[in-house]
């Protein structure tokens, strides 16, 4: 033991093959963080791909002659049915968020104005078909008719596409996530 000072003693040495405590504290901690950092990327993605569903599709600028000839069509029964309400324009009817003396509220805009677009195209479908009433909360009185004896289903959603191509993107998008829920 000459030669080396007293309190002081050499670092023990690792077995063969394996490494000292601190280098295995080291790589411990660095697959913690690089893990911990892969799992919130990996929750990131996940949450961005979800969030970005349906209503984040593009809308299409250019219908096709199929699709351009039923909101023709659901123009010129909107025009016969809808507009003698709901207004030529879509702009529904005065103070249409005043409740009329019969308990009644008058027509609401079917434009970006109106709440049209806050109700999912199965709705959209229902009201128009079975009537406001049948579809109402209980004590809500509603003036809208049902057309199931008038129109049938195709003209309907034909109805409504035309009513939707009316509308800005924005809002196209936001009534399909209603649609969607």
């Known amino acids: 033991m000459a030669g080396r000072k007293k309190g002081r003693h050499?670092?023990?040495?690792?077995?063969?093959?394996?490494?000292p405590v601190k280098a295995r504290r080291v790589r411990s901690r660095?697959?913690?963080w690089t893990g911990t950092?892969?799992?919130?990327a990996a929750t990131g993605a996940l949450i961005f791909v979800v969030a970005s569903g349906p209503e984040d599709l593009p809308?299409?600028?250019?219908?096709?002659?199929?699709e351009g000839s039923e909101i023709a069509a659901g123009q010129t029964l909107y025009s016969e049915h809808c507009a003698s309400c709901h207004g030529a324009d879509l702009a529904g009817q005065p103070n249409w968020k005043r409740r009329l003396a019969d308990g009644r509220y008058p027509a609401?805009?079917?434009?970006?104005?109106?709440?049209t677009w806050h109700h999912g195209d199965e709705y959209l479908f229902a009201v128009t078909k079975r009537g406001g009433q049948a579809?109402?909360?209980p004590g809500f009185l509603s003036g809208m008719p049902?057309?199931?004896?008038t129109l049938s289903d195709a003209e309907i959603w034909s109805i409504l596409d035309f009513i939707k191509s009316r509308w800005p993107p924005e809002i196209v998008n936001q009534q399909r996530r209603a649609s969607s829920r």
């Open 146 to 149: 049902g057309f199931d004896e």
């Open 108 to 115: 609401p805009p079917h434009d970006e104005t109106g709440h």
């Open 135 to 137: 579809t109402a909360p």
């Open 30 to 32: 660095w697959l913690w």
């Open 59 to 66: 809308v299409e600028s250019g219908k096709g002659p199929e």
């Open 10 to 19: 050499r670092p023990r040495r690792p077995a063969r093959g394996r490494r």
């Open 37 to 40: 950092a892969c799992l919130v």
